[in-house]
């Protein structure tokens, strides 16, 4: 893990193993093929995993909550189009909802996600992302309605290769280097709106 943390290594294979092993979907239910555990068994599997890496308890804890997103709020086409990569970690998830300018006050957000006939049109920075560039899948919480606030922000899952969507530099941290940390920029991002979790304005 000091080696990892000084190299900045971001390690695809453990992160694979551990998808075998069933930590991609701790709390994913049995149903979808997760392993149907609690948040208490989650946070003790976590505390266990920082004591030999806290990268990889970070970026394997940010994982298995946006898989729950999706496990719990995603319509059957999006569970079935995503979770099996993400519970057997063939692909990775992030969760994005810091901004900039909002500091530790998360509900300050900026994002958008203007609906465009069969589509979400986003516009907007997140900082801080926690797999920002290497994962596949990423939720993002943006406003759907601006005017109302936290209370019109919604949960969108956004790929990685999608037009208008971009990732800034990886930060060069003071710790857990081994854990990918980025920008992400929003600029005319086109989603389907099928692509919502759940329904407007319950994302925060």
């Keep these: 893990a000091g080696e990892w943390d000084e190299k900045s290594h971001y390690p695809v294979d453990v992160w694979k193993a551990a998808g075998e092993l069933g930590f991609g979907a701790i709390y994913i239910s049995e149903e979808n093929g997760g392993i149907g555990l609690g948040r208490l068994e989650a946070a003790l599997i976590m505390e266990a995993m920082a004591y030999g890496c806290p990268a990889t308890s970070a970026y394997i804890s940010i994982h298995n909550m946006a898989a729950w997103m999706i496990d719990t709020f995603g319509s059957a086409e999006l569970k079935a189009r995503y979770l099996p990569d993400l519970v057997s970690m063939e692909k990775i998830a992030s969760y994005c909802l810091t901004e900039p300018g909002s500091g530790s006050d998360a509900a300050a957000l900026k994002t958008s996600a203007r609906l465009d006939g069969d589509h979400y049109v986003l516009n907007g920075t997140k900082q801080w992302i926690t797999n920002g560039g290497e994962a596949t899948i990423y939720t993002v919480i943006a406003l759907t309605d601006p005017n109302r606030g936290v209370r019109g922000a919604s949960a969108i899952l956004v790929e990685k290769d999608t037009p208008g969507f971009e990732f800034g530099k990886k930060e060069n941290k003071m710790g ?29």
Excluded: H, W, Y
């Excluded at 940390?181 to 005319?188: K, S, V």
């Excluded at 389907?192 to 304005?201: A, F, Q, T, Y």
């Design 176 to 204: 857990i280097r081994a854990s990918a940390t980025r920008e992400l920029i929003f600029q005319d991002c086109k989603v389907p709106k099928s692509n919502l979790l759940g329904r407007e304005g319950a994302g925060f």
